[in-house]
């Protein structure tokens, strides 16, 4: 199959790149005892799964199919979608967590393995404001800030906030939106101070050097990044030990799910970001893009990859009717904010 083949061409290259080892560079440990708490790991999961979901009225009224187990007594407070650059996040109350989620979903066009080819090449092209000799992704980090992401998220949470009372804030996100959650959670724990935030990702790509995951371990202690088995996407873009102060390195903390001998284990990390115990024992010629997409069971692709922008402006325009048609206006004051070649449009139910 053509997606084996590239991904092992993609082994091949980082087999060559990596193969010599040196002293590691630690990331500084600000660890405030951060429990990994495994059911809080089986509903947040749940939440960046169904921000996949294309059927945005079914999103919205929290009707889809994703949209229930853990998760059903979340209330959506603000549905965010990008259409020209394929991103979609929502903003909502989980009231059972009494907590604000935040869930991005990834921009991946039509081919995640084109996607993750790329990875490989990212460049540590932006120093990362206000942080000395913090470098990271300028493409990850645009996605966020300098969409309409940053923007519609930071002030829906902010609208939640004034609702519900200071309430903390969980951001989660899988892959490519999983990198754009770890800028945000890092964006609302500046904002809102450190105890309020708390970020969850699933198989997310390196998205900065070692200064900058020292940065974020301090701004966002309570940080879990979750990596199944033989996920290639958390290896990239590649670190290289022996080049640790110069490459892009993860920020704490890795928690481990192996299921490769039929007993899942769940292994707690240590705080360097990159502890060597962990997934990175593994050969690089045994990862996979297979393990990307179920994460504790749960499926992380979207329901209809092929046609990302297509479906999203149909989407978009059933949505529209569906908001005109007043069925679902009468809800609770949740905001809707779609942006279309460049010009954004709000839409603000009310009673
Ligand atoms: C991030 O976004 C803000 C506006 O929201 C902008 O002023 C700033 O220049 C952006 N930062 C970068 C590095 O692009
Ligand atoms: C899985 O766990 C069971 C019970 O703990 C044990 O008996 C079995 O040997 C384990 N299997 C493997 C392959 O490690």
């Not at 460049?123 to 000799?133: C, H, I, V």
């Amino acid at each position: 199959m053509e997606r084996w083949r590239r991904v092992s061409v993609l082994a091949m290259a980082l087999l060559l790149l990596s193969a010599c080892h040196g002293a590691e560079f630690s990331v500084k440990n600000h660890d405030q005892s951060l429990i990994y708490d495994h059911t809080l790991a089986k509903t947040i999961v749940e939440y960046a799964s169904a921000v996949y979901m294309t059927d945005l009225t079914a999103l919205y009224t929290w009707t889809c199919s994703r949209c229930n187990d853990l998760t059903q007594d979340f209330e959506m407070r603000s549905l965010i979608v990008d259409v020209e650059n394929c991103l979609q996040a929502f903003v909502g109350v989980a009231h059972n967590l009494n907590s604000i989620i935040v869930a991005i979903r990834g921009t991946q066009e039509n081919s995640v393995q084109n996607w993750i080819k790329d990875l490989i090449w990212k460049q540590l092209d932006l120093s990362y404001p206000n942080m000395p000799n913090a470098k990271v992704h300028s493409g990850f980090f645009s996605s966020y800030n300098n969409t309409i992401l940053r923007l519609a998220i930071t002030s829906a949470v902010h609208k939640a906030r004034k609702t519900y009372g200071d309430i903390g804030v969980i951001v989660t996100g899988h892959s490519m939106g999983g990198a754009m959650a770890a800028f945000c959670a890092l964006d609302l724990a500046i904002k809102l101070g450190s105890d309020n935030v708390q970020l969850m990702t699933f198989g997310q790509p390196r998205v900065g050097n070692a200064v900058f995951a020292s940065y974020f371990a301090k701004y966002v202690p309570n940080t879990i990044r979750l990596v199944h088995g033989h996920d290639i996407v958390p290896h990239l873009p590649p670190y290289f030990s022996f080049l640790s102060k110069l490459t892009y390195h993860h920020f704490p903390r890795e928690v481990w799910i192996d299921d490769s001998d039929g007993n899942t284990t769940e292994q707690i990390c240590d705080a360097s970001g990159e502890d060597p115990n962990c997934c990175r024992c593994l050969s690089i010629l045994s990862l996979s893009i297979q393990d990307h997409f179920t994460y504790l069971g749960v499926d992380m692709e979207s329901d209809d990859w092929s046609t990302c922008r297509i479906i999203t402006a149909q989407s978009v325009e059933r949505l529209r009717k569906d908001l005109a048609s007043n069925i679902i206006m009468t809800k609770h004051d949740a905001d809707v904010s779609i942006v279309e070649n460049s010009v954004q449009t709000d839409w603000s139910s009310s009673r």
